[in-house]
C-alpha cells in the first residue's frame, strides 16, 4: 500500500492496561492514531506499595500533562543508610534535594495505584477507550487480529503488546520464547500510616524532622535488609524487606504475576534476623 493508499487516522491496539500499555495508548493518541487498550480484568483489587520514579519517567509524565501533586507525590530529598542492630546512621546524603536543578525533574515517589489511576485519567482524557474485561486469548501480528477468551475478535492497523513483565505474547514478535530466570530474591512490602509510625519508639527519631527520603538498614548475615521510603503525600510509608526466597514463595504459581506466597511467620523469621533481639 503507497503512503497515500494509508487510511488515517490508523487504529491502533494495545494489550494490558498497566502504566506501559496505558501510557502507549496516551503516545499513539498524540500521534494521531486512534487507540483502544483491552484490559483482562476490572481496574478493582489494584494493588501495589510506593514506586519511585527517577528523573528520565518526570520529565515524560511532564509532557504528558501529568498532575503531580493529584497524585500524591513526594520528592525524594535524602538518601540514609542506618545500622540493622542500633538504627543509627552510617550515611546520610542531602544532595536528591538538587536533583531537579540539575535533571530538570524531580526524584519522587508515589503509592502505585494514585500513579497507574493518574495515568489512566490522563488516557482517558486524550481519548484512549479502554476495554474492560477482555481478556486476550491470542493475536495474529501480521493480520492484525486479535481473538479474545469469549471467541470474538477484532482487527486492527497496530498490535502494541504491554502485558507486562511475564508477557505471553512478546515472543508473537520476537519469535523467540521470553525467558525468565530467577535472581532468588524475594520483598516483602508494606504500607504504614506515618503518624501511627510516629508513635513507635524506635521508628519516630529515625524519621522526625528529616527530609522526604530513602532509608536502607545495613545487610544482615542472612542477606536480608529493608529500605523505606514515603508516598502519598508523606502520609504513608513503604517498607520493603529484601531477602532470599524462602520455598514458601517459590511454591505458588506466580508465572503470570507479581506475587508470591508468603505469611506473618515468614516476616518474623526475617525480622528477627535482620533485627536480632
Ligand atoms: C509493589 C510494586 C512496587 C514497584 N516498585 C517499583 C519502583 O519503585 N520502581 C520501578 O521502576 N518499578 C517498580 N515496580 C515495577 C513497576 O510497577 C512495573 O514494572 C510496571 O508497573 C510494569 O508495568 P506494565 O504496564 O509493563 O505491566 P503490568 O503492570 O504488569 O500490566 C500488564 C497489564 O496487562 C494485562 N494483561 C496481561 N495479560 C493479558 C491478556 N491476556 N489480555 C488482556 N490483558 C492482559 C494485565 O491485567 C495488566 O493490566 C513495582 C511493582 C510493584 C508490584
Not at 542472612?222 to 514463595?249: E, W
Request: proline share 4%; charged share 25%; glycine share 8%.
Amino acid at each position: 500500500m503507497s503512503q497515500e493508499q494509508v487510511p488515517m487516522p490508523l487504529d491502533s491496539a494495545i494489550i494490558g492496561a498497566g502504566i506501559a500499555g496505558l501510557a502507549a495508548g496516551i503516545a499513539m493518541t498524540r500521534a494521531g492514531y486512534k487507540a483502544t487498550v483491552y484490559k483482562r480484568s476490572h481496574f478493582k483489587n489494584e494493588i501495589g506499595a510506593a514506586i519511585s520514579l527517577t528523573p528520565n519517567l518526570n520529565h515524560v509524565l511532564k509532557r504528558r500533562g501529568s498532575d503531580f501533586a493529584e497524585a500524591g507525590e513526594t520528592e525524594k530529598k535524602q538518601y540514609r543508610k542506618v545500622t540493622r542492630d542500633t538504627v543509627e546512621t552510617l550515611v546520610q546524603d542531602h544532595g536528591l534535594a538538587n536533583i531537579e536543578e540539575i535533571y530538570g525533574a524531580k526524584l519522587n515517589a508515589y503509592h502505585r495505584v494514585d500513579l497507574h489511576n493518574g495515568i489512566r485519567e490522563l488516557a482517558e482524557h486524550e481519548g484512549v477507550h479502554i476495554k474492560l474485561g477482555h481478556d486476550v486469548h491470542d493475536l495474529d501480528v501480521e493480520a492484525g487480529t486479535i481473538t479474545f477468551e469469549n471467541g470474538s475478535a477484532v482487527q486492527t492497523d497496530l498490535i502494541i503488546i504491554a502485558d507486562g513483565i511475564k508477557s505471553s505474547f512478546a515472543h508473537k514478535i520476537t519469535s523467540r520464547p521470553l525467558k525468565h530466570c530467577s535472581i532468588d530474591r524475594s520483598v516483602f512490602r508494606t504500607l504504614t500510616p506515618i503518624n501511627k509510625l510516629m508513635t513507635h519508639p524506635v521508628f519516630r527519631p529515625l524519621y522526625e524532622d528529616e527530609p522526604s527520603g530513602f532509608v536502607n538498614s545495613s545487610i544482615s548475615p542472612a542477606g536480608v535488609f529493608i529500605v523505606t521510603y514515603p508516598c502519598r503525600n508523606d502520609t504513608l510509608m513503604n517498607f520493603a524487606m529484601f531477602h532470599k526466597t524462602l520455598p514458601s514463595q517459590s511454591r505458588r504459581d506466580s508465572a503470570f504475576e507479581w506475587n508470591a506466597g508468603g505469611d506473618l511467620e515468614d516476616v518474623k523469621k526475617l525480622v528477627e534476623d535482620w533485627h536480632p533481639a
